[in-house]
């Protein structure tokens, strides 16, 4: 009797846990899969816009590194 309930009891726990990684799992997947979608179509019509050339590349001028200052003063 306790045998048969430890092993429904295994099992059904068993099952839950694969039930919600697997839920887990589809539902990353399929957020996943929409943000490299939505990337990708901006790729696209960016090369698209720019006669099937990436537009050039804007480079901003980097700030200077702020004066070295002592730590222990």
Do not use: E, H, Y
Not at 25 to 44: C, E, G, V
């Amino acid at each position: 009797m306790i045998r048969t309930l430890r092993t429904k009891f295994i099992l059904t726990s068993i099952l839950s846990i694969f039930v919600v990684f697997t839920g887990i799992f589809l539902l990353l997947f399929t957020f996943t899969k929409a943000q490299i979608n939505r990337s990708l179509d901006m790729l696209t019509d960016t090369i698209s816009s720019n006669d099937g050339a990436f537009p050039p590349l804007l480079i901003l001028p980097s700030a200077s590194p702020p004066p070295a200052s002592p730590i222990w003063t």
